[in-house]
């Protein structure tokens, strides 16, 4: 398994001002709607078919549209960076599954504990943070250096 990184064309004025966007996004979600921005737990919501009306799932549907369609609306102004992966889908449909569960099993995701959980100062999303980080620097280590 292999992520391909354009480092030479990498630009940290895009990152800041997606990180400005995440900062005011999920700020403004909680403000307004009282809602914790973990995409996990939004997306976990809508998967349950009791849920796919009215307007709790309609803000989680256009929360998760507007993920999308970010990637759409930056297209239009800038190139997207070449990424190149070269894990086969078996491999891929693995990694999601237990990214998945892993959010499930540790109550929350890299953006519901990473983003706000440690901008509330929770010690259980500071935690869960290290966590999740340690086992992904472990696994991608194993991965690229155990055979």
Partial sequence: MHLTIDWLNFAPGSALIGGLMLGVGT??????????????GIAAYLVNP???YG????????????LIGAGLVYSL?????????????????????????GSR???????GHGICGLSRLSLRSLVATLSFMLAGFAVTYAMLHGS
């Fill in 27 to 40: 700020s403004l979600l909680l403000i307004f709607n009282g809602k914790i921005a973990g995409i996990s």
């Fill in 77 to 101: 102004f800038a190139a997207l960076p070449p990424v190149s992966i070269s894990a086969n889908n078996n491999t891929l449909i693995m990694a999601g599954l237990l990214v998945g569960f």
């Fill in 50 to 52: 009791n849920n796919i």
């Fill in 55 to 66: 307007k709790e799932a309609a803000w989680r549907g256009f929360f998760l549209l507007g």
């Fill in 105 to 111: 099993m540790g109550s929350g995701c890299t953006s």
